[in-house]
Each structure stands twice: as C-alpha cells, then as structure tokens.
C-alpha cells in the first residue's frame, strides 16, 4: 500500500503511517472493551482532564480528549481555572479527584502557568491515576520494564509501529529532543528489550554536535523538537523510517479554524526518501489519544495497579 507521486514516476513515496485510519481501527477496539467494562461493573471508565488558562492548543488537545472519550464510551469530566488559579487550590483539587473512586485517570494538560511548578502537579497525582504515566513511579517502572502507565505519546507511536508490523529489532533509532513528555521517554522504550524496541538509540537535543550526521545515521528518525520543518531531506539516510511528533500550529487566513498544523519534518521532501513516514496532521497527534484512552481503560480494569 505504498502511496506513489504521480508526477515524477521515479520518485516513490515511503507508506504513510496513516494515524487516522489505526487510531479508528484501535478505538473500535476500545469501545468495545469499554461497553464489556461496563456491563460488568455498572459504571463507565472516567477520564477527569484539568486546563488553566486559555493557550489555544491545550484547548484543542484537551477538547479533542474529552470528545474521543465520549466515542469510546468512556465517561469524561473537565475542571476548567483561569490562570490566576493558586497552586494551592490546583494541588488541593487533585487530591479530591484522587480520592474519587469513581475516576479512573487524571491528567493535567500542560503547559502550566509559571506560577505553578509541574514537578509538584505531577507529584501530586496519584500514580494509579496517572493516565499521562508522568509520575517518577511510572517513568520508574517503564525503565525497568514493568507494568505502568506509559506517557500517551510514546505509547501512540509504539502502537503504530506494531500495526503496520514494523520490526525495529537492531535498528538505530535517533530521537530528537530530550523532552519529559517525549524524547526522553521514547528513547528509553526504543531501547527497552520488546517490540517495538530492541533499538540502538540516540538522544539527540540542542546541546548535540553536529546533529545532521547523527541523523544520516538512522534507521528510525524520531523527530520531537517542536520546530517547523526542521529535519530536511538531506539530514535523511534512504529508506529511513520517519516519525514526525511536531504540532507547529501558524495562524492561517485558508482554514476554517484560522491556522494550519505543520510537522517537525519537511514532509514534502523528506517522503520521497523514507520507507516510512507519518503525516502532520493525521499521525502521531491521533495516536497520542488513543494511548491515551488505552492507559484509561487498563486503569478501570486495575490491570496496572490494584
Ligand atoms: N501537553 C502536551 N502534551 C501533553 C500530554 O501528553 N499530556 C499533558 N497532560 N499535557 C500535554
């Protein structure tokens, strides 16, 4: 199922990992999990997702959350501050919703205002309830390979990998970008002994040295850096696998929503060299939800923790 360009017959276009199609397939999937889930048990699984303030992507993100929940049949309930909110009165809310035996995941949608400091936020919630799996006992249990909460994101991506069965066994997987939420996890699965994983891996950031040759030499690019079209196509080795985790959003006067998503990877030039690549938007962004709601549901059924 390879797309092809049909203007330059020599020039093939790697197979689009094709977020909206699996993350469809695998929400089907989830809700069918979910209406047994609740059947048996009487109540529903429950996502509570907190915003502070008004950034317009964590709207977007959190928005898109809540109504995913609802298509799975989970139960979903946002707790909306203004940024003026204390970390007083944030700390004290989630130690209520920790206590509520009727919420199964908690996540509080970053960034915060500066005020309030996320190491204690993330703290805070209880790991059982740590939906994000950003809590140190969750990125604890993840290096040492034992059920936890794995942060949505990686965990999209890991399930992509595995549905268009992309064996990543010795493979040399370059990441780029050390972030909390991303990077750094990622590079800790990719190398973890599993599949996905089994890779040989480099974290790459802004402090690395000559970043295009440590990229010319992957075979899985990881690119998490937050900036538009940084990976180009000569930064590419053929045949590379291509995971742009970039949602660059640019206000736009020709879209209905009034701006346009662009990727971390100049998606124009670097396809035609890639065996693989996701598309922005359409791949990894759909999947993060979908980790997302996996991580809910494992909560309900206490198959991490009891
Ligand atoms: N901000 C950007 N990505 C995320 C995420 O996965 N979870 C939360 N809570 N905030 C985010």
Redo the contacts with the bound molecule.
């Keep these: 199922m390879s797309d092809r360009n049909s203007k330059s017959p020599e020039v093939v276009l790697g197979v689009l990992l094709d977020g909206k199609a699996t993350s469809e397939k695998i929400k089907l999937q989830i809700a069918d999990e979910a209406e047994a889930f609740t059947k048996q048990s009487g109540r529903k699984p429950h996502l509570v997702a907190i915003l502070v303030g008004n950034d317009g992507g964590?709207e977007t993100?959190v928005a898109s959350k809540m109504r995913n929940c609802e298509k799975v049949g989970f139960k979903s309930s946002l707790y909306r501050y203004d940024t003026s909110v204390t970390e007083v009165e944030l700390l004290a809310k989630i130690e209520e919703i920790n206590q509520d035996d009727d919420v199964d995941g908690l996540?509080?949608?970053?960034?915060l205002p500066k005020h309030i400091d996320p190491e204690k936020v993330t703290e805070t919630i209880d790991y059982k309830k740590d939906v994000?799996g950003?809590h140190p006992i969750n990125l604890g249990r993840m290096m040492r390979n034992l059920p936890c909460f794995i942060?949505?994101?990686p965990y999209g991506i890991l399930l992509m990998l595995q549905a268009y069965q992309i064996d990543t066994t010795g493979k040399h997987c370059v990441v780029i970008g050390r972030s909390n939420?991303v990077g750094s996890p990622m590079s800790i699965l990719m190398a973890r002994n599993a599949n996905p994983g089994n890779c040989t891996v480099t974290l790459t950031h802004s402090k690395t040295k000559d970043l295009k040759a440590q990229i010319l030499k992957a075979d899985i690019i990881i690119a998490a850096i937050g900036r538009k079209n940084f990976v180009t196509a000569d930064m590419v080795k053929d045949g590379a696998i291509v995971i742009d985790v970039g949602i660059n959003r640019e206000t736009s006067t020709q879209t209905k929503s009034g701006y346009k998503l662009f990727g971390d990877v100049d998606f124009e030039h670097v396809a035609p060299k890639a065996s693989y690549i996701t598309p922005v938007p359409g791949g990894v962004g759909l999947m993060?939800i979908v980790g997302?709601l996996k991580n809910t549901l494992a909560s309900a059924r206490k198959e991490i923790y009891f």
């Design positions: 964590s993100y996540i509080v949608q970053l960034p994000d950003f942060p949505a994101t939420i993060t997302l």
